[in-house]
């Protein structure tokens, strides 16, 4: 499935964003997808996961209570809801996804072969 990502930009400590993933080529509806980031000079970390169903969802601890992530398998697309951004939020996030019939929530990096381009977030203080 190919996927891309949108909705970033430049906001304001305590600005809210939403982001967005549009998948093609495949029905998301069979698809476990999650949402990373990578801030300059690190490592790309996980954010949140949801199941297939969105029966599911988890999140880092960095973001747990300030980020939503849901999904409209009807749309094909993945969404990330943004409250209360902080300047440590500031990185490029990448949407992925795996095909998965278990409902499993994934959060490594290493279980999702289809990756989105990113889209760059940047929250001045």
């Known amino acids: 499935v190919q996927l891309q990502a949108s909705g970033g930009g430049l906001v304001q400590a305590g600005d809210s964003l939403r982001l967005s993933c549009a998948a093609s080529?495949?029905?998301?509806?069979?698809?476990?997808m999650g949402w990373f980031r990578q801030a300059p000079g690190k490592e790309r970390e996980f954010v949140a996961a949801?199941?297939?169903?969105?029966?599911?969802?988890t999140y880092a601890d960095s973001v747990k209570g300030r980020f939503t992530i849901s999904r409209d398998n009807a749309r094909n697309t993945l969404y990330l809801q943004m409250n209360t951004l902080k300047p440590e939020d500031t990185a490029v996030y990448y949407c992925?996804?795996?095909?998965?019939?278990?409902?499993?929530?994934?959060?490594?990096?290493?279980?999702?072969?289809?990756w989105g381009q990113g889209t760059e977030v940047t929250v001045s203080s």
């Open positions: 992925a996804a795996r095909y998965d019939v278990t409902g499993t929530l994934r959060i490594h990096r290493y279980e999702y072969p289809d």
């Open positions: 949801i199941s297939r169903a969105a029966t599911r969802t």
């Open positions: 080529g495949g029905a998301l509806s069979g698809y476990a």
